[in-house]
């Protein structure tokens, strides 16, 4: 994603489309190529992040550290949570903007760090949880069962965990 924002070929956010094309583009290489690429993109992907002001652009910071944590997971090490603060308010500042007339309220709190979110109005149903297992669970990183299992209050919640992913939630559970 970043050698491609660079080049100018996609601008944030991407589809599956355009990530089925990176796969596919990259498939020949190995992890030695991949990270040359990185690497030579690097400088000018810091400057883009630097000087552009629409917050499309910090989606690459988002998306670099739930595929590091997705790594860290695959390979047993403990999961990165410096910023999750910050990368939980991209996605659930985000949906608090849509969130439809249609759809229950639901208050959404951070324990660790005090943060909230009101999705709708007057919600009588509270989801908590640390910053950073809220940035996973609306972000694609927890299924809806891990949703669902997460620490609500108020009512039921079955009609609204499967609408916070903002990514497509997994089938199977994922734990970093």
Do not use: C
């Amino acid at each position: 994603l970043g050698a491609d924002v660079v080049s100018g070929a996609v601008t944030p956010p991407v589809g599956d489309e355009v990530t089925a094309r990176q796969v596919a583009d990259r498939a020949h290489l190995d992890i030695g190529a991949i990270t040359d690429q990185w690497r030579e993109s690097a400088p000018a992907l810091l400057e883009l992040l630097r000087t552009r002001t629409r917050r499309r652009y910090a989606l690459l910071a988002l998306d670099l550290w739930h595929h590091e944590n997705d790594l860290r997971g695959a390979l047993g090490l403990a999961a990165l949570t410096e910023d999750a603060d910050q990368l939980a308010d991209f996605p659930l500042g985000g949906l608090a903007k849509v969130w439809s007339a249609d759809r229950p309220a639901v208050r959404v709190v951070a324990t660790d760090t005090g943060q909230e979110w009101v999705l709708g109005e007057d919600p009588r149903l509270t989801l908590r949880g640390t910053a950073y297992e809220l940035a996973r669970a609306v972000t694609g990183r927890r299924g809806v069962r891990q949703i669902l299992a997460m620490d609500w209050t108020g009512g039921d919640p079955a009609t609204v965990a499967p609408l916070l992913p903002t990514l497509p939630a997994p089938e199977a559970d994922l734990t970093v």
